[in-house]
């Protein structure tokens, strides 16, 4: 079995530029989520889909950030205009149960942002 | 507001010790927790989890205790092998989203 795909691995880019991020869910998982890894931290929830749906997107910055997952499979994430505070690793993980149930989350590599 | 607390940044045992991975949290309402390994420029891995009404889970190696009286849990792994060495981050799950530690790096020496 596959796992959550994410591209690019790496992206560099200057500050108030933008970016986007994409990720391809284990196949069937119906919840996906998007995480924001600053270097010494732990990962922090950003936004969390079931289906096409949003569930939770307390924590995203919604002035500058933005995400979609079209179909309930793939997904996008996007910065713009990108801060130097941007600079992280964003995982991508999906997990097969909904969201009633608390159920293993499996993880991309992630994409590791570097703003200048 | 940190609810899920990995005080120890790094950890360092000898191969064939017993290590031990400490996680603190605030809330009470947390009833399920579980523990992820990361290796560099990968994502983390799930590794074993524990369900609040349950005080200790085992695979192989790695046991989980947790301590609701205390909110803390620990993740015993016996004996240490090199392989072990990583990032390890606990993390309590409300209603299915993760909330995370900040993580401990365990070197485990030759």
């Known amino acids: 079995e596959a796992g959550v795909a994410q591209s690019p691995r790496y992206k560099i880019i200057e500050k108030r530029q933008s970016v986007a991020f994409w990720c391809n869910p284990i196949?069937?998982?119906?919840?996906l989520y998007w995480y924001q890894q600053i270097l010494g931290q732990g990962p922090k929830l950003l936004i969390q889909?079931?289906?096409?749906?949003?569930?939770?997107d307390s924590q995203l910055p919604k002035d500058r950030f933005s995400a979609e997952r079209l179909k309930g499979v793939d997904s996008t994430l996007k910065i713009q205009p990108a801060k130097l505070e941007d600079s992280a690793v964003y995982l991508c993980?999906?997990?097969?149960?909904?969201?009633?149930?608390?159920?293993?989350?499996?993880f991309g590599p992630g994409t590791r942002l570097t703003v200048l | 507001d940190q609810q899920v607390k990995q005080n120890s940044p790094s950890l360092s045992v000898q191969e064939g010790r017993i290590s031990i991975l400490n996680c603190d949290y605030t809330?009470?309402?947390?009833?399920?927790f579980l523990w992820y390994k990361k290796y560099p420029a990968e994502g983390p891995t799930f590794l074993i989890s524990?369900?609040?009404?349950?005080d200790k889970n085992e695979d192989g190696r790695f046991t989980v205790f947790l301590n609701k009286s205390a909110k803390h849990l620990s993740l015993h792994i016996v004996p240490s092998q090199p392989g072990d060495s990583a990032v390890y981050f606990c993390?309590?799950?409300?209603?299915?989203?993760?909330?995370f530690g900040q993580g401990t790096t365990l070197q485990v020496k030759p």
């Open positions: 889909f079931q289906n096409n749906g949003v569930v939770d």
């Open positions: 524990i369900s609040s009404i349950k």
């Open positions: 993980a999906s997990s097969s149960r909904d969201i009633a149930s608390t159920d293993t989350q499996y």
């Open positions: 993390a309590a799950s409300p209603t299915g989203k993760l909330i």
């Open positions: 196949s069937g998982h119906a919840t």
């Open positions: 809330n009470s309402m947390f009833d399920y």
